[in-house]
């Protein structure tokens, strides 16, 4: 009896030895696109789990938000309100300010610390052009990364590793640190933050945080000065600036802290819907690929039995 290899040799035409390959081919195919259909799937319960905690958290800062908004609102008496950061002039800022972005320290939040990023960006380069200074001390991880690239010359420190949520205390120790950086130096302190509108808006805003003072310089109108204090007057005003800024930044930091959840819902759900697709697609290509092998096993089969019986 011949071995079966010279009887294969003998008896299947070349054509047959092409669809052979086509056909190890395809199933080496057919089983990558099963690899990718299984991995997007694991992806999308991801992105799915990742969706419904932010929305968890996200009832959590809004009801942080809530507390934070009546407890602020009193330092607008002595500070300026927020203010959009989209198309601002930044005409009314002093000479020299220290800007504090507020950004994330996790990604997949959609653009919140690009949108804070290219503010700063632009905030800086109109600052320069009107021939004014301006630091930069950062907030985030992300934000410091990204603004290193462009405008990393002005960062003189940055805090990272921020716990989450927020408190008072977290806030403080902030404010700690900010004027640590050389807050005495400079004219006035400018957040820049994300503000939280639904769960599917957010704004770019900030706020100009000037220091209080006692006495009228350069023809400056005197914040304190009449008001009369029954401690040291400079140690008060020291103090009240203290806390000011504390509670400025308490609440850009619930404010952003909020949208930035919001945002990382919206994009988690993009995600899995992006993910679905992308199974109906591969879900396409795997049931093409295998009609593809089953029909191209089907020839071999006709054509083995049209060379036997030829």
Request: glycine share 8%.
């Amino acid at each position: 009896m011949a071995p079966l290899s010279k009887f294969i040799a003998t008896r299947v035409s070349p054509r047959v030895f092409g669809l052979l390959a086509q056909q190890s081919r395809g199933m080496a195919t057919e089983k990558q696109i099963l690899n990718q259909i299984n991995a997007t799937k694991n992806i999308k319960k991801i992105t799915s789990s990742m969706k419904m905690v932010s929305a968890a958290k996200l009832k959590g800062d809004e009801n942080r938000l809530a507390v934070a908004d009546p407890f602020n609102a009193w330092t607008y008496n002595l500070t300026s309100e927020p203010m959009l950061l989209e198309d601002a002039t930044f005409e009314g800022l002093p000479q020299k300010v220290l800007i504090v972005p507020f950004t994330t320290d996790k990604g997949l939040c959609g653009g919140v610390n690009s949108f804070i990023s290219r503010g700063v960006r632009d905030m800086i380069k109109k600052i320069k052009e009107d021939g004014k200074d301006a630091d930069v001390v950062v907030v985030g991880d992300k934000g410091r990364s990204q603004m290193n690239r462009s405008v990393g010359q002005h960062i003189t420190r940055s805090l990272t590793e921020v716990l989450s949520p927020g408190t008072f205390g977290l806030a403080s120790c902030l404010a700690q640190e900010i004027i640590a950086a050389g807050y005495e130096d400079y004219d006035a302190v400018v957040l820049v933050y994300n503000s939280y509108v639904n769960a599917a808006v957010y704004k770019q805003m900030y706020k100009v945080i000037k220091k209080l003072k006692t006495e009228a310089e350069g023809g400056e109108e005197m914040l304190m000065g009449e008001y009369e204090f029954d401690a040291d007057k400079e140690e008060f005003v020291s103090d009240l600036n203290e806390f000011v800024l504390a509670s400025q930044i308490f609440h850009s930091f619930m404010d952003g802290a909020a949208a930035e959840q919001s945002s990382r819902m919206t994009a988690m759900e993009n995600a899995s819907k992006n993910a679905g697709e992308l199974i109906d697609k591969l879900t396409l290509r795997y049931n093409r690929a295998r009609q593809a092998r089953i029909t191209t096993e089907l020839i071999e089969i006709i054509s083995g039995a049209s060379a036997l019986e030829g």
